[in-house]
T-cell receptor, first 115, second 114 residues
C-alpha cells in the first residue's frame, strides 16, 4: 500500500520495560512527525524529522523518549523505563516537502498499554 | 498543548440531518484542517482550508474559516450512520513558524442514529 504504516498495531508491556514503535512513511515524504493521543484527547506533537535529523523534538515529554530516522525513511520511537502514563495511541504522519502547505498523512497508530 | 477547541464535545443527530461542529484557535495559521477518526485509531484527512480562503466544499462537507475570529466550522450535510466518528480540527502554523506540526483540538464526537 501507499499509505503510512505503523508496527506493531498494539503493544502491551510492563512498567519499566523498553519499547520500540516503528513508522514507515509514504515513499518520498521527507517530513515525518510523531504524535501521541491520550484517551479523549486530540493528538499532541512529539517530534519532527526533516530527512534524517530531528528538526524539532520540543514535544518529547522527557528524556525517556527518543526517536531516530537514520536513513531518512523509516523512523523508530523508543521509550525507556515505560510508565503507566505512557499508555496512549502513538501516531506517525508524513508530509511531502518542507513547508507547511501540504496535508499530513497519518498511519493507523500503535496502541501502547503499560501495565 | 492543544490549540483548537471544538464544540460541541459530543453531538447526536438522526440520519439525514445536518451536523455542524465548530473550532476555535489561538495563534496565526497557514491553514486549518479537519480530520475524522474512527475508534480512536488512524486519522483520515477530510479537508484543508488555507488562511486566505473563507469557505470550501468537498462532497457533503462544507468548511468555513474566519481568521478575524480565529474560528472554523465543519458542516456535514445529509448525515449517514457511517459518519459516526470523532472529528478534529488541526491548525498548521503560519509560514516561518518552524516544524509546521499540527496542533489539534480535543475533538467532537458525532453519533448519527439510523
Amino acid at each position: 500500500g501507499a499509505g503510512v504504516s505503523q508496527t506493531p498495531s498494539n503493544k502491551v508491556t510492563e512498567k519499566g520495560k523498553y519499547v520500540e514503535l516503528r513508522c514507515d512513511p509514504i515513499s518520498g515524504h521527507t517530513a515525518l512527525y510523531w504524535y501521541r493521543q491520550s484517551l479523549g484527547q486530540g493528538p499532541e506533537f512529539l517530534i519532527y524529522f526533516q530527512g534524517t535529523g530531528a528538526a524539532d523534538d520540543s514535544g518529547l515529554p522527557n528524556d525517556r523518549f527518543f526517536a531516530v530516522r537514520p536513513e531518512g525513511s523509516v523512523s523508530t520511537l523508543k521509550i525507556q523505563r515505560t510508565e503507566r502514563g505512557d499508555s496512549a495511541v502513538y501516531l506517525c504522519a508524513s508530509r511531502k516537502g518542507r513547508i507547511g502547505i501540504n496535508e499530513q498523512f497519518f498511519g493507523p497508530g500503535t496502541r501502547l498499554t503499560v501495565l | 498543548s492543544q490549540q483548537g477547541e471544538e464544540d460541541p464535545q459530543a453531538l447526536s443527530i438522526q440520519e439525514g440531518e445536518n451536523a455542524t461542529m465548530n473550532c476555535s484557535y489561538k495563534t496565526s495559521i497557514n491553514n486549518l484542517q479537519w480530520y475524522r477518526q474512527n475508534s480512536g485509531r488512524g486519522l483520515v484527512h477530510l479537508i484543508l482550508i488555507r488562511s486566505n480562503e473563507r469557505e470550501k466544499h468537498s462532497g457533503r462537507l462544507r468548511v468555513t474559516l474566519d481568521t478575524s475570529k480565529k474560528s472554523s466550522s465543519l458542516l456535514i450535510t445529509a448525515s449517514r450512520a457511517a459518519d459516526t466518528a470523532s472529528y478534529f480540527c488541526a491548525t498548521d502554523p503560519a509560514l516561518g513558524a518552524g516544524s509546521y506540526q499540527l496542533t489539534f483540538g480535543k475533538g467532537t464526537k458525532l453519533s448519527v442514529i439510523p
